[in-house]
């Protein structure tokens, strides 16, 4: 399925054509990209928004779509001519318009003019949905009320932590996880997602639904910059969290492992996990399924809470020489007493060391248990990661 993204281009990535291209690709669609305006842009500020000349956009138009079939269509930064050319194609080929109505940047750049603006007018009823933000809309509004157009005859997703879709004189909330954290990209990001699960067939309020969990993921693996964080597209759900753990047991099965018990049990969750229904485990038969109440499902329920790109643990047996080994090897190790058993001893220690540097950003890569019979957990943001670190310490062990 190709689906076509308009828009400015971000250098950094962290939003516009950029973003979106990322975004459509990891939801397994052919993106298409046609660029209105340069955009140099950080996590600090806009530098400055070059218009391409209505023959250069056109050009990309037909490029495009002389190759191409396409169905969906969403937009970001637009221009009087893209938007012009927009609806000359669409009239042609007939696609369904998402836009994202970029007006303005959060540091106050502005992106639309009063001549513009009225284009846009005429832009939102060719549209399937629209998604400005509560602030955007409120400016969107007092567009309408001196305009022929009505609002109310547009599909509009109020986006925030609750969203609000307004659709066929109804109303309808969309609450989901959330994370306190502020992502350059989110926008673009959730638009293009959206666009995404609509291609698949999917009715508008399941496909804003389905996109909220994916920008979760892409705030909660977001990229650190200087001034902040770049939205990083990332698809976390209960397919991809078998995949990860099938290919983890494959590989850690066919190791050689030196560690004291062979034996071992691994585990992912999704994001967030509120219940063991959201965690999944490996049995020794190689059997995945999701439910199983265990030390790891225990662990990663809790340590959400501290920092939630860990998703992943694996619980092997230890002893003392193994913790002088890592010691003295590039792996962070976080070692406490064991008390009834690895949970319980690990919320113990949070209850007495009340700081969570540890946890917030970096945290450490193995839980160390001691005890008569030492136990260690190492954690990861997926399975996968699991059995690099895995292999590492493997290496170390036997080279001692």
């Known amino acids: 399925m190709n689906i076509l993204t308009v828009g400015g281009f971000d250098p950094t990535g962290g939003a516009g054509i950029v973003a979106d291209v990322k975004t459509i690709k990891e939801l ?22 070059k218009d391409l000349s209505k023959e250069e956009i056109k050009a990309q138009f037909d490029a495009i779509f002389e190759d191409f079939k396409v169905d969906w269509v969403k937009t970001g930064v637009l221009t009087t001519d893209s938007i012009d050319i927009i609806l000359e194609f669409k009239e042609k080929y007939g696609f369904k318009i998402i836009c994202d109505p970029v007006l303005k940047s959060t540091t106050d750049f502005k992106f639309s003019d009063d001549f513009l603006n009225k284009k846009y007018l005429e832009f ?31 599909n509009v997703l109020v986006t925030g932590k609750t969203d ?18 502020e992502v350059h990209g989110t926008g673009c990001t959730y638009s293009s997602a959206i666009t995404c699960f609509l291609s698949s067939g999917m009715t508008v309020e399941d496909s804003i639904k389905s996109a909220k969990e994916f920008v979760l993921g892409s705030v909660i693996y977001a990229e650190k910059t200087k001034y902040g964080y770049n939205s990083n597209p990332t698809c976390i759900n209960k397919e991809s969290v078998e995949k990860n753990l099938a290919y983890a047991f494959n590989l850690i099965k066919n190791m050689d492992i030196s560690l004291v018990d062979p034996d071992f049990i691994i585990s992912e969750s ?124 493997e290496k170390l062990i036997k080279n001692r």
């Open 270 to 393: 999704i994001l967030l996990p509120k219940t063991y229904s959201d965690i999944a485990t490996v049995k020794i038969n190689g059997d995945i399924k999701f439910g199983i109440s265990n030390i790891n499902s225990d662990l990663l329920s809790k340590l959400k809470e501290f920092n939630p790109k860990i998703r992943s643990c694996i619980y092997l047996k230890s002893d003392e020489s193994i913790k002088n080994t890592l010691n003295n090897s590039e792996f962070s190790i976080f070692s406490m007493k064991l008390a009834n058993n690895p949970v319980s001893s690990f919320k113990k220690e949070l209850i007495q060391n009340r700081s969570r540097t540890l946890f917030d950003e970096n945290f450490p890569d193995i839980l160390y248990f001691e005890g008569k019979k030492p136990e260690l957990i190492i954690l990861g943001n997926n399975s996968l990661e699991i059995v690099k670190k895995l292999q590492k310490i």
């Open 124 to 154: 939102f009823k060719e549209c399937f949905l629209i998604t400005p933000n509560l602030k955007e809309f409120k400016f969107i509004e007092k567009m309408f009320e001196t305009s022929t157009f009505n609002l109310k005859d547009i």
């Open 28 to 49: 397994q669609k052919n993106p298409l990209s046609i660029i209105t305006s340069i955009i140099p842009q950080n996590n600090n500020k806009v530098f400055l928004k």
């Open 164 to 181: 609000v879709l307004k659709i066929n004189n109804k109303n309808i909330e969309i609450t989901g996880k959330y994370v306190e954290k």
